[in-house]
């Protein structure tokens, strides 16, 4: 049996920029991985297909879904001859801005192209996680990444120190199609925030201003993120459309927000080097080699930033 684990991410301010001909927003935001992971378990099998299966009832696990629909890229595309019986133990919801199903999907591009040494050109790696979802390519790198375009544009940033983080999950599923959906894009031109934040690295710049509509939808998760500010949390936001609130703070605040607050998650946030050591092992039982994979993508993407 191979295990691979999968990353959740939260969005350190997001912004809205314009939006595309084809119906897609154009962001500015920065990535920025949490230690929560889903954890996949395979068994290689010689039919040349993919048995997937997984722990919530509440998600599909058929050929729409994004790890099918992953190795469904790889196996159409190269002279791959043998499928796995796949498994997903899921510990980050659905719908909840954490970015599940993203990071299932590019966990399974970097295993599929290092277990069959396919060596994918970056370029192409990149634009298959892409066609997978915004927020897919991120997922190649981990760590603390500047997101342009659709989400799919990369700049490598200066990781972030670790910062412990109190997370709740309300059980809501919030659609992003319904969200963006409701988007007014008529707004004042004002200075990137996330730059900002760039230039002085204080959090209290930053906003995610898709709030504006998800709390309007949904008032009860405008309703966490207050709680969490009175609680004691120095800095609290939804990542992504929602629906989970995190707050940094010091270990002593959050701990105790948590022993009040059934159901809140302390957690952590992490770095590139943790990311891509702990994502996979092989069969062997070494640990994985994704770490030199992913720094082929850096140079991918241009240094200057547009937001």
Known sequence: MIKLRSFAKINLGLEITGKRTDGYHTLCTIFQT????????????KKQKISLAGSDPSIPWDENN???????????????????DIRVRKNIPPGSGLGGGSGNAAVMLLFLDRYFNLQIPAAEMNAMAASL??????????????????????????????????????PRHVSSALIFSRLNLTKPALPSKIQLFLQKSDFSDLENELENVTF??????????????????????MTGSGSAVYGLGTPEKLAALA???????????????YYQEKIGVWPSGKASAFGAEIRRFESSRPSKTTC
């Open 34 to 45: 949490i230690d929560i992971s889903d954890e996949l378990q395979l068994w290689e099998n």
């Open 216 to 237: 309007v939808l949904f008032p009860e998760i405008g309703e966490i993120k207050l709680k969490m500010l009175q609680g004691g949390c120095d800095f609290v936001q």
């Open 66 to 84: 994004t790890i099918s629909r992953a190795c469904r890229l790889i196996y159409e595309n190269y002279p791959v001859r043998r499928g796995f």
């Open 133 to 170: 979802g915004a927020d897919v390519p991120f997922f190649l790198y981990g760590g603390t990444v500047l997101g342009e375009g659709i989400g799919e544009l990369l700049t490598r940033l200066p990781e972030l120190s670790q910062r412990d983080i109190a997370l709740f999950i309300p």
């Open 259 to 273: 022993s009040m607050w059934p159901g809140m998650i302390l957690t952590r946030t992490i770095d590139k080097n």
